[in-house]
């Protein structure tokens, strides 16, 4: 028979396990024109193409063989093969899940049969307690048996989802405060925070929070029984006074609605907004007086390149109504900058830089890269232009014609900079150490050690004098940056005493259902070799640890036992220049300048929101002038705001002591000393009036936080905060150091003058 006229029949596949042989496939008669040897079995009634997969020979030709014996199916055939393929996969395959299951499997019959041969779970003998210890099984069947238990049984509904995020929310906090577990739009807005974008407007708003639920649980007083009951959670007892002072606040909260905080330049300030503007919709969703601020989130947030309309009134504009205001705008990736602002402070002449880093997400390296690039070239021009030497229109500068000397000194300012990706501190640092440098080293009990070392020439020139100025919230990443600056002698660090102390490094873990596990895996040690972690965490434990950790000093309230490094314990290091710096308790400044001290009036006033509502009262009645400022009118107008809003009881004027007169009063009361609480009375309307007195003695700072809270519903958030550093004196002390050569050098210098210019700025003052 021809060979084009034969049938082809497909035959089930199988693996010949035979010398030089591969995996056989069926295929059709289409498949004769792929390059490959093949085998052909022809039987009378059925012919069937085997493709070879194996190493071509020349041998491997097509041939044909005629059967005219009895019919042989294939199967009948091989039979034989399958007869020690079949039993040997079964066995295989029941060898493997046992090898998998079984251990499960039997923690399942320990945990449910009594278990006498493996011990209790909570065995306290050494043996039992090790197994325990390190057999992740078991609590994992205990939580899954007492959920369903609470699920099955509980005598109400029970919400799953809630009870699941409580008992691992509880567990992980046990270990340290940045162990967490993120539910789904925590996990969103940790991504966020990395990342620095998202899909919206480039609005902050404020608002409601509280949900009526938990606004009940807020108002709800302890009952006797549970005071008495030591076991109990301790929970805040609410008097009447506080019940008022809560709904007070609930219902001031309710009358503002959702206001803007801020509006980021490039996207909603642009289109129009400012801080104070109240939200009324948001498209088709109407803002009611128990919207939540989240609520209002989701509907401003969306796809990048949608339209959105928001609703919205401004005091002052649109009639004594304040008639409502419409704006429609596209929907963008907003990013969020961590350079807020860089520039040059006091005299461009002087070419003493300043940048405003607030935090370490994906792009700070990138951003601060940019602004010194913009700042070395702004030195240059105004020393070309002060030089006489000045550039035609058509003569442009490029970056490698740019003269980095001209720029004198340089600020990084990383005060209250709560840190960020560990990456983007090292590209940050990277670009003031020389190249070859050791920045941080991070290693953990299962983090390999990780070695990252600069590996590009710095891009700061060595010649520019550089400070880093810090705070007590300078934290994380922004103490990488210091860390290495500082050991490594490039620059002066700056700030009234030491930074947070945060030397552990956390790894995001993306779990199912789009949440996530935020864990600490390593510490990380800065160029000299120190760890500058000022506290040492211990898990909290269960039962008796809990109750152990939480009656230590500082630890009322936490899980996890903690205590702080003592001075005692920090061991000395060195820098490249060998001078002395310690691990622990975070990073001493090199240079002490002291912040301007703020009164108890400007924090009340300040916490209060006082400013911030008077600013939206002004505004009704006046228009910003260019050179605002803050007349005697306007401050006249402003005290008596404050003293209306004390007598109507939405303002307490002595709430920094409030607590503890308080607590005093009860005590009084109940050793029945009735006089002296009256006295108390007394000395609350004392303090009252003393605080009205620093309306006086603090004029000038409080028109300065009037003035910025006034300006902030008008001007972008970069103007304010230049604005600002006109009366910062620690940049200001900062910058005079780095215009003074010999005491910055003196400073690095490996020298026992060095202990003599750890100092106070007001000592260099003449």
Not at 191 to 220: H, N, W
Not at 536 to 547: A, K, M, T, W
Not at 696 to 719: C, F, G, H, Q, V
């Amino acid at each position: 028979m021809p060979l084009n006229n034969r049938v082809v029949t497909a035959v089930a596949v199988f693996t010949v396990a035979s010398s030089g042989c591969g995996a056989f496939t069926s295929v059709s008669k289409t498949s004769f024109a792929f390059q490959h040897a093949t085998q052909f079995i022809q039987t009378p009634r059925t012919r069937s193409a085997l493709y070879f997969f194996g190493k071509k020979k020349e041998q491997d030709v097509p041939v044909v063989i005629e059967d005219d014996t009895e019919d042989t199916n294939f199967i009948t055939k091989h039979l034989p093969t399958i007869k020690v393929a079949i039993p040997s996969f079964v066995l295989g395959g029941i060898a493997t899940l046992s090898f998998l299951f079984l251990p499960i499997l039997t923690d399942y019959y320990d945990a449910f049969s009594g278990a006498a041969s493996t011990g209790n779970f909570y065995s306290s003998t050494t043996d039992n307690t090790k197994l325990a210890k390190n057999n992740i099984n078991q609590p994992v069947i205990l939580f899954e048996t007492i959920l369903n238990d609470l699920n099955d049984a509980y005598v109400d509904d029970v919400d799953i989802q809630k009870l699941f995020e409580t008992g691992v929310k509880a567990m992980t906090s046990s270990l340290d405060p940045y162990t967490e577990f993120e539910s789904r739009q925590e996990a969103q807005d940790l991504e966020e925070s990395v990342t620095g974008k998202y899909g919206g407007v480039g609005l902050v708003i404020r608002g409601s929070t509280l949900t009526a639920e938990a606004e009940e649980i807020a108002l709800e007083p302890m009952s006797q029984d549970e005071s008495k009951d030591s076991k109990s959670p301790i929970v805040k007892k609410v008097d009447d006074e506080d019940r008022a002072a809560i709904k007070r606040r609930k219902q001031k909260s309710m009358e503002d609605g959702i206001r803007v905080v801020s509006a980021f330049e490039g996207y909603a300030f642009d289109a129009g907004l400012r801080v104070g503007d109240k939200l009324l919709s948001v498209d088709d969703f109407e803002i009611k007086p128990t919207t939540t601020v989240d609520q209002v989130r989701n509907h401003l947030r969306g796809e990048p390149g949608t339209p959105v309309s928001i609703t919205f009134e401004r005091e002052g504009v649109g009639g004594e109504k304040n008639e409502p205001q419409t704006i429609t705008m596209q929907r963008s990736v907003v990013h969020i900058p961590d350079v807020k602002y860089y520039g040059f402070i006091g005299d461009p002449k002087d070419a003493i830089g300043y940048i405003d880093l607030s935090g370490f997400a994906n792009d700070a390296g990138r951003e601060v890269r940019y602004a010194i690039r913009v700042l070395q070239h702004g030195a240059d021009m105004i020393a070309r232009a002060n030089g006489g030497e000045i550039r035609d229109e058509e003569g442009t500068i490029t970056a490698d014609s740019i003269d980095t000397t001209k720029l004198k000194g340089l600020i990084l300012d990383l005060r209250s900079n709560p840190g960020g990706l560990l990456t983007s501190a090292v590209d940050v640092s990277t670009l003031f150490v020389p190249n070859g440098s050791d920045i941080v080293k991070a290693k953990g009990r299962g983090f390999p050690e990780t070695l990252y070392r600069s590996k590009t020439e710095p891009l700061l020139n060595s010649n520019t004098r550089l400070a880093v100025l810090v705070n007590e919230g300078t934290a994380s990443a922004a103490e990488i940056v210091t860390g290495a600056v500082q050991d490594l002698d490039v620059g002066v660090v700056v700030g009234k005493g030491r930074t947070f102390g945060k030397g552990l490094v956390q790894n995001v873990q993306d779990l199912p259902y789009q949440t996530a596990l935020k864990y600490t895996v390593a510490k990380y040690y800065t160029p000299s070799g120190r760890c500058i972690q000022s506290t040492v965490y211990e898990d909290g434990g269960r039962g008796s640890n809990v109750l152990e950790a939480s009656s230590e000093e500082g630890n009322a309230s936490k899980p996890y036992k903690s205590k702080k490094v003592a001075d005692k314990d920090r061991a000395v290091f060195r820098t490249a220049h060998g001078r002395e710096v310690r691990d622990g308790g975070g990073i001493e400044v090199d240079y002490k300048v002291d912040p301007q001290s703020s009164s108890a009036i400007e924090i009340i006033l300040l916490n209060s929101g006082m400013y911030s509502d008077f600013a939206a009262e002004w505004s009704k009645h006046n228009v910003l002038t260019e050179n605002f400022k803050v007349d005697e009118k306007t401050y006249s107008e402003f005290q008596r705001y404050v003293e209306k809003k004390q007598k109507d009881g939405d303002i307490k004027l002595e709430v920094l002591y409030e607590e503890q007169l308080k607590e005093l009063k009860k005590k009084l009361v109940a050793s029945k000393f009735d006089g002296a609480a009256r006295e108390l009375e007394k000395l609350r309307s004392d303090i009252v009036a003393d605080v009205k007195k620093d309306f006086k003695t603090y004029k000038n700072e409080i028109e300065e936080d009037l003035e910025a809270s006034i300006l902030a519903r008008y001007l972008p958030e970069s103007m304010l905060i230049e604005k600002s550093l006109r009366s910062d004196t620690q940049v200001a002390e900062t910058a005079k150091l780095l215009k003074n050569t010999k005491k910055f050098d003196t400073i690095l210098a490996k020298d026992k003058a060095n202990e003599d210019t750890i100092k106070t700025a007001s000592a260099l003052k003449p």
